[in-house]
């Protein structure tokens, strides 16, 4: 769904606190499910609640495209959710790493694989198949068998960090569409005042990052998939984007991070890369 834009969190090894800790169950396949598959949950919107836990995990408010609100809590919510879907889905806290049937992709395609692989990264015929030699064969292997990787709601990391210079770069080579950073979902958004035009992140990865008191660990760059093209309150549905990334940037826009310090950050930090010399504002 939709994110809530916060100015300062806590930051665990398990990523920002609360992000991404409840999720959508298919109820026909059994299967956890986001806006990859089911597009219209991008009109739907969460904000956590405070002081209202589920075990270890924040009660959420869900705004649905009608304006109707209703919380994690609310025992219809998986029935206003479905309604509003139109599908029917239940809603679901995290659940633990060995709780593998909960993550498991129980409804692995067989013979249209490779094009439901293309279809969910948004490809076209012709276009290639995106770089993956970025992943570690262990969670490569997670991706095949599983929804997310077990014991998180994450596609692949807990944090991924974008740089306006790549939105400023991605912008001159697709200057008719919204690139509204909502499109592109990261944890973490660093701006250098408009002074770069480049994906500056692709020279970061092996590299450390410090944020206020977090250290931030650079692991591959984010490969892209059909989310970024999808509309949104405001955002128009737009193919031309992947088209574009495909084209100039081997789908790959960001940078996926794991936390080596846990810590706080908060909006107007300055970003430090110690094995670069190079300080941003974020």
């Given at each position: 769904?939709?994110?809530e834009?916060?100015h300062?969190?806590?930051?665990?090894?398990?990523?920002?606190?609360?992000d991404?800790?409840?999720?959508?169950r298919?109820e026909k396949t059994?299967?956890?499910r986001?806006?990859?598959h089911?597009?219209?949950?991008?009109?739907?919107?969460?904000?956590c609640?405070?002081?209202r836990?589920?075990d270890q995990?924040?009660?959420?408010?869900i705004?649905?495209?009608s304006?109707k609100k209703?919380?994690?809590?609310?025992d219809?919510?998986h029935q206003?959710?479905?309604?509003?879907?139109?599908?029917?889905?239940t809603?679901?806290p995290?659940?633990p790493?060995?709780n593998?049937?909960?993550?498991?992709l129980q409804?692995?395609p067989?013979a249209?694989?490779?094009?439901?692989?293309?279809?969910s990264?948004?490809l076209?015929?012709g276009?290639?198949?995106?770089?993956?030699?970025?992943f570690?064969?262990?969670?490569?292997?997670?991706f095949?068998?599983f929804?997310?990787?077990?014991?998180t709601y994450f596609d692949?990391?807990?944090?991924?960090i974008?740089?306006?210079a790549?939105?400023?770069k991605?912008?001159?080579?697709?200057?008719?569409s919204s690139?509204?950073?909502r499109?592109?979902?990261?944890n973490?958004?660093?701006s250098?005042?408009?002074a770069?035009?480049d994906?500056v992140?692709?020279?970061?990865?092996?590299?450390?990052?410090?944020i206020g008191?977090?250290?931030?660990e650079?692991?591959t760059?984010?490969?892209?998939c059909?989310?970024?093209?999808?509309?949104?309150?405001e955002?128009?549905?737009?193919?031309?984007i992947m088209?574009?990334?495909?084209?100039?940037a081997?789908?790959?826009?960001?940078v996926y991070a794991?936390?080596s310090?846990p810590?706080n950050?908060?909006?107007?930090n300055?970003?430090?890369l110690?094995?670069l010399?190079?300080?941003n504002?974020?």
């Open positions: 769904m939709g994110g834009q916060i300062e969190a806590s930051v665990s090894e398990k990523g920002i606190d609360q991404r800790v409840w999720a959508i298919d059994k299967t956890i986001g806006a990859k089911f597009g219209d949950l991008m009109h739907f919107s969460a904000r609640l405070e002081r836990f589920s995990v924040a009660h959420v408010e705004t649905l495209p304006g209703v919380c994690s809590d609310d219809s919510v206003f959710i479905s309604e509003a879907l139109g599908r029917a889905v809603l679901w995290i659940m790493e060995n593998d049937n909960h993550y498991r409804d692995l067989k249209s694989s490779l094009k439901e692989f293309r279809r990264f948004g076209e015929d276009e290639p198949l995106p770089d993956m030699s970025g570690p064969k262990e969670l490569l292997r997670e095949v068998r929804s997310t990787p077990r014991g692949a990391y807990p944090i991924n974008l740089t306006t790549s939105l400023f991605l912008a001159s080579f697709c200057p008719d690139l509204d950073r499109r592109f979902r990261p973490i958004l660093v250098d005042n408009k770069l035009c994906f992140e692709d020279g970061w990865l092996n590299n450390s990052l410090i008191s977090s250290k931030f650079i692991e760059r984010t490969v892209r059909v989310m970024v093209t999808r509309s949104q309150p955002i128009p549905k737009d193919t031309v088209r574009r990334l495909v084209e100039h081997s789908q790959k826009l960001s794991t936390v310090t810590g950050i908060c909006t107007g300055v970003v430090t110690p094995n010399g190079v300080s504002a974020s």
